[in-house]
């Protein structure tokens, strides 16, 4: 693949990106929550990830709750578990429980939304139909 081809498929994702972002916005939902803060830095970085209300349920699931259970995990370790006797299976399966009900509890809220508001999936999405 050429340069130009990599630039045009880059401008296209961008596009549907803004379009779909656009969207969202009519809808009255938060900016927080149709573009978090730490997905905002994943597409600085380059990676092609749809907003969440866009993605389908198990993917925000995964994608959510692996994220909330390390950094969840983390920080209970940092500032709690180390100062116990708790052993690592046990705070390897609180961080692992506490990131899927956050997984499930997020991508439940996502789902909600994308019904609400009538909004298609990814795949589906047209960017030149937003106006």
């Known amino acids: 693949m050429n340069t130009t081809e990599s ?12 379009a779909a972002l656009k969207l969202l916005e009519k809808t009255g939902i938060m900016r927080s929550n149709y573009a978090p803060p730490y997905l905002r830095l994943l597409w600085r970085m380059g990676f092609d990830i749809p907003p969440p209300h866009f993605a389908q349920f198990w993917q925000n699931a995964l994608f959510t709750g692996s994220f909330y259970a390390i950094a969840w995990g983390a920080l209970m370790y940092f500032f ?6 708790m052993s690592a299976t046990a ?11 956050f ?23 047209k960017p030149d139909t937003v106006v």
């Not at 709690?80 to 006797?85: A, D, E, F, G, I």
């Open 91 to 101: 705070m390897l399966n609180s961080a692992l429980i506490a990131g899927i009900l």
């Open 7 to 18: 630039n045009n498929r880059e401008n296209s994702r961008d596009h549907k990106r803004q």
């Open 80 to 85: 709690v578990w180390s100062k116990t006797t």
């Open 103 to 125: 997984g499930l509890a997020l991508a439940s809220y996502y789902a909600y939304g994308k019904r609400k508001h009538g909004l298609p999936s990814w795949q589906e999405f």
